[in-house]
């Protein structure tokens, strides 16, 4: 999908960027989860549609405005210059980004058969970890108390945000599936661990971004679980394997593709199980 790319210009401006690059996703997830849960649905959506607006614009613009930058010891370009040339780098992005759509709805062309093992891949650890949710779900949610808060917990929260439709929910699964995986995969693995690769030796470089990429999640699992829960902790030590995985998928592939695939899998059986925890609600 996107090309690894070079390190951002400058040391102090790199490391800047990657730490709130790394940083910005758990305050927003504080932010919308936690400090605004009762507000009214409508404010904690337009936080979390502006600060995710913002958290996916970042790496784009970070990455475009080093492109059009020249080298240090040179006149900077004019402004109209320097507007032409983001909108350049903008365009060739898009470019590439049909390219790449073009060739993966052709089984037979290059780039295809280049990555069908990391396609494979990706598929099978996203199918693997859906068997061991839904095997966890199984034998120890349905017939126990053990859970009992967190599904508490999860319809409370899909009452609060509104979402109270079977079509509402089944959107914002598909959206979380399709379009958000592929988001995050963008954000975490292409932009925060490409550039940390380029600082960085492959281990610390994955082991960094995935502990970043887990994070957020710990806000989240411990708003269903309770932060004395050992669940929550043992879940969010799984994103970060996840995390892990995907930074590894991207590494040997240079393609989003695979860690994409495998992350929308994840993320419809996590929508699948929400579902059968709300279903009663949701008419």
């Known amino acids: 999908m996107l090309r690894p790319h070079r390190a951002l210009h400058g040391t102090v401006v790199h490391g800047a960027a990657v730490a709130l690059a790394m940083v910005f996703p758990t305050v927003l997830t504080l932010a919308y989860f936690v400090l605004l849960a009762g507000f009214p649905a409508g404010l904690q959506q337009g936080v979390y549609l502006a600060g995710k607006i913002v958290q996916f614009a970042f790496p784009a613009l970070a990455v475009g405005v080093w492109l059009v930058r020249r080298p240090a010891g040179r006149t900077p370009p004019a402004a ?3 507007r032409r040339g983001l909108r350049d780098v903008l365009r060739r992005q898009l470019q590439r980004g049909r390219l790449r759509l073009a060739q993966w709805l052709r089984p037979r ?3 295809f058969r280049r990555n069908a093992q990391f396609l494979v891949l990706g598929l099978g650890f996203g199918l693997l970890v ?5 095997g966890l779900y199984e034998a120890l949610w349905k017939t126990g108390e ?3 808060g967190a599904a508490q917990e999860i319809r409370g929260k899909l009452v609060d945000l509104g979402i109270d439709r079977l079509w509402t929910y089944a959107a914002v699964g598909i959206f979380y599936a399709v379009c958000h995986s592929g988001l995050e995969e963008y954000y975490w693995r292409w932009f925060v661990f490409g550039q940390l690769r380029h600082r960085l030796r ?3 470089a994955t082991a960094i971004s995935s502990l970043a990429f887990m994070a957020h999640h710990v806000i989240l699992l411990a708003t269903y679980f309770g932060w004395s829960s050992p669940w929550t902790y043992a879940f969010s030590l ?4 996840g995390g892990a995985v995907w930074a590894w998928l991207y590494e040997r592939s240079g393609s989003l593709a695979g860690p994409w695939l495998s992350h929308l899998v994840v ?3 996590i929508f699948l199980v929400g579902y059968d925890v709300a279903r009663d609600l949701l008419v």
């Open 267 to 269: 993320d419809a059986a």
């Open 202 to 204: 492959p281990a610390s």
């Open 130 to 134: 859906l068997a061991v949710m839904f």
């Open 238 to 241: 799984a994103v970060a394997v």
């Open 146 to 148: 053990l859970f009992a």
């Open 80 to 82: 109209a210059h320097s």
């Open 109 to 111: 062309s290059r780039w």
